[in-house]
């Protein structure tokens, strides 16, 4: 089972309900008949669950993904490379032909229709994988782009791979999301079977809600909703969510004790019954919504 | 013209709310610019009117002209993102998954491949109900946040800003760390660095600050929520004065930011309290220092 | 001698463009025929990423020796001119094409 837990804006409880429902869901591991539980930071241009989660590092795989390479040799200065490149990732300059590795999305174009075979592809290095194993049994995967390296698609692909090769399909999987509605959230949720998203109770939270849910319907995505502070604001979103039958499947609520935790990087659920109660049931609801 | 730009890494620690409320004490003096165009939210709070509204092209898009393709699936065979599908017997682009390298276009035989700007979003200038400028936007759901349409809103606002003589433009930039963020920072006056106590905010906050030195761009830096956690609200301080970055508020945890977001308005038009006085106190230190 | 200017239009007494990458165009000033042209680069000036990389390409194609700029050329421009062999005059400021061509002469 793959699920994605995403939202229309950073800062809602993303990676909070992520870290939190992962290490429920492996405490309870032997309770709720669950073999593996896997935790996928796959916000790779900046990921930061493992600020709240710390493990043991069990393995590193560098990534890379195709840049091509110019051959001077077997150049012939044919000229037909010169305006192939849509991303401005190649420049033909009479004497030379320059590559651009951080510009380059990986097409293949140049280095397939060049005739002489003077831009072989090659593997240049755009991030790296670390697989951590955490005392409570969860797997936390978390994959980084290198500082310059601007294209977090192939990355997110590869991690996608990684995880349906190193767990079967009897494993929760969980998976963090970039925020926003661009081209990485997409690659992210592509083969999730529900997709979470986490919003507050106020205009903002609404606004950035209506964003998301439009995304996932375009991608014809099942989704629900969590409330994050229930509390602080108005129930809109939840009109919201009823008007469009999209299924609300948990308030977190707003307490002062829950803001100060998260600030030093700890668990709410080991710390708050009450917190550790929606925990649980988001659990249930989210089986329940995949499974029907 | 003086340009003042508002980030914060990750998002949840006020930096909208804040921004507008600068707005609103900057009144004539300013115009608006929300460069987080992935999920804008200053329209929320400042009803703009959406006067001017225009389509926003990037990066390009392929369509197959069904009536010249003789269905040699050439274009599927060279398409490494997987955007040709076989629907219907027919060859078709996925849009969702076209990169726009064109790679398609150069191997169809009869040239049945044409390629389209992609639309990538929709652009704005608006009157707000303050009577000043807002340039905002909105991006495409699954459009690719390049940094092209923030440096569009840029350009435009910091135009409108000059042309009419007002003195500050002002800046809600982009959240994170990638290409927008970058776009929404380089070139301009000052930085105002948002950012809370919390670990994920500190982590945000130096990833931040480091590539604003890079750019060699002045910064300061409010501290939102500062009694949250005082541990590191320390680490922050010292970690500002490592970098020589003025610290210029601290601003308790206070729930008036979505009391005043409920009622749809800044913060400083809500309530005269505490956190309203510290704004007000910024806004000069701000003006102070852009000045000097 | 071929020499590019950055540049917001195509006189000697238009104004040399601050930005390469997304300048307006090019002015190409040969020296020889004394004769001015106007490159446009308008398909640039809205590209993405790469704007630089593509106006290096464009300039090293019109066969310059020199190439000048008002503010900086980029780091990715700055390669391909160089990789072209090109003579880069970069900060000239914001004067015509006029000053800025007997400015480089000195
Ligand atoms: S297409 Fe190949 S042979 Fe021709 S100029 Fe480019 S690299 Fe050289
Ligand atoms: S592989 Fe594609 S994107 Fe990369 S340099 Fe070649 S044409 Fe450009
Ligand atoms: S333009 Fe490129 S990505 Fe799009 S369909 Fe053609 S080959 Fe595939
Ligand atoms: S390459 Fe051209 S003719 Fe062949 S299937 Fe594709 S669109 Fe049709």
Redesign the interface.
């Given at each position: 089972m793959k699920i994605a837990i995403a939202s229309g804006k950073g800062g809602t409880g993303k990676t909070t309900l992520a870290v939190n429902l992962a290490s429920y869901i492996a405490e309870e591991k032997r309770n709720l008949n669950v073999q593996e539980v896997v935790l996928v930071d796959m916000d790779v241009e900046e990921p930061n669950s493992g600020l709240f989660i710390k493990g043991e590092l069990k393995k590193t795989e560098i990534k890379y993904r195709m840049v091509p390479e110019w051959i001077e040799s077997k150049c012939t200065f044919c000229k037909k490379c010169?305006n192939v490149c849509n991303?401005?990732?190649?420049?033909?300059?009479?004497?030379?032909v320059?590559i651009?590795p951080e510009?380059c999305h990986s097409c293949y174009a140049c280095s397939e229709l060049c005739p002489e075979d003077a831009l072989p592809m090659k593997a240049d290095r755009m991030g790296e994988l670390r697989q951590y194993i955490i005392k409570n049994g969860l797997h936390f995967i978390e994959s980084r782009l290198d500082i310059g390296i601007?294209q977090a698609v192939p990355l997110i692909k590869q991690t996608h791979e990684f995880i349906d090769s190193e767990f079967d399909e009897t494993a929760f999987k969980i998976i963090d999301s970039p925020p926003g509605t661009s081209c990485p959230v997409i690659e992210t949720v592509k083969d999730a079977e529900l997709v979470v998203l986490v919003t507050e109770p106020t205009p903002f939270g609404l606004n950035d809600l209506k964003l998301a849910v439009d995304t996932m319907k375009e991608l014809d995505k099942k989704c629900a909703v969590i409330v994050n502070r229930d509390g602080i604001g108005n129930d809109d979103v939840d009109k919201y969510c009823a008007e469009n039958n999209i299924p609300l499947i948990g308030k977190i609520p707003h307490m002062h004790e829950a803001a100060k935790l998260y600030s030093q990087g700890n668990l709410l659920i080991d710390d708050i019954d009450e917190i550790r109660d929606v925990i649980k049931d988001i659990y249930s609801n989210i089986k329940k919504l995949v499974k029907g | 013209m003086k340009e003042i730009v508002v980030i914060s890494g990750k998002g949840g620690t006020g930096k909208t709310s804040i921004t507008a409320s600068l707005a609103v004490l900057g009144d004539k003096d300013v115009v608006l610019a929300d460069c987080d165009v992935d999920a804008a939210d200053m329209h929320l709070l400042l009803n703009p009117d959406f006067a001017h509204k225009e389509k926003f092209y990037?990066?390009k898009i392929a369509e197959i002209i069904q009536d010249d393709c003789i269905k040699c699936g050439k274009c599927k065979d060279v398409c490494r993102f997987d955007a040709v599908p076989v629907i219907n017997e027919q060859y078709v682009i996925d849009e969702l998954n076209c990169e726009g390298c064109e790679y398609c276009a150069y191997v169809c035989p009869t040239n049945a491949i044409v390629m389209n700007d992609n639309l990538a979003g929709d652009f704005f200038i608006s009157e707000t109900r303050l009577n000043n400028t807002l340039v905002h936007a909105k991006l495409a759901i699954a459009a690719?946040n390049?940094?092209?349409l923030v440096t569009k809103v840029r350009t435009e606002a910091k135009k409108i800003a000059e042309e009419n003589d007002i003195p500050y433009l002002i800046v809600d930039g982009s959240p994170g760390i990638g290409?927008p963020v970058v776009a929404s920072v380089t070139g301009s006056n000052l930085v105002v660095i948002v950012t809370e106590p919390t670990v994920s905010g500190l982590h945000d906050m130096s990833r931040v600050a480091e590539l604003i030195r890079k750019f060699g761009i002045k910064s300061v830096c409010l501290i939102n929520k500062a009694d949250i956690n005082a541990d590191i609200t320390i680490q922050i301080k010292k970690f500002l004065d490592k970098y020589e970055i003025p610290l210029i508020a601290e601003i308790p945890y206070d729930l008036v930011f979505a009391d005043a977001i409920l009622a749809g308005k800044t913060v400083v038009e809500y309530s005269n309290g505490e956190v309203s006085q510290i704004i007000r106190d910024s806004w000069k230190r701000i003006l102070e220092i852009v000045r000097e | 001698m071929k020499i590019v200017f950055a540049a917001t239009g195509k006189n000697w007494d238009s104004l040399v463009d601050s930005r390469f990458g997304r300048a307006e165009g090019f002015t190409l000033y040969d020296e020889d025929k004394d004769e001015l042209s106007w490159h446009s680069n308008a398909e640039n000036k809205?590209?993405?990423?790469?704007?630089g990389?593509?106006a290096?390409?464009k300039v090293?194609?019109l066969g310059a020796d020199i190439v000048v700029t008002g503010g900086s050329f980029g780091p990715?421009a700055g390669?391909?001119i160089r990789?072209?062999?090109i003579e880069m005059i970069p900060d000239v400021g914001e004067i015509t094409l006029k000053e800025a061509y007997s400015k480089i002469k000195k």
């Open positions: 010169a991303f401005n990732a190649l420049a033909y300059i009479g004497v030379s320059l651009f510009l601007e | 990037s990066g690719d390049s940094g092209k290409c | 809205s590209a993405g990423h790469g704007a990389v593509q290096g390409q090293a194609s990715k390669d391909v990789a072209a062999g």
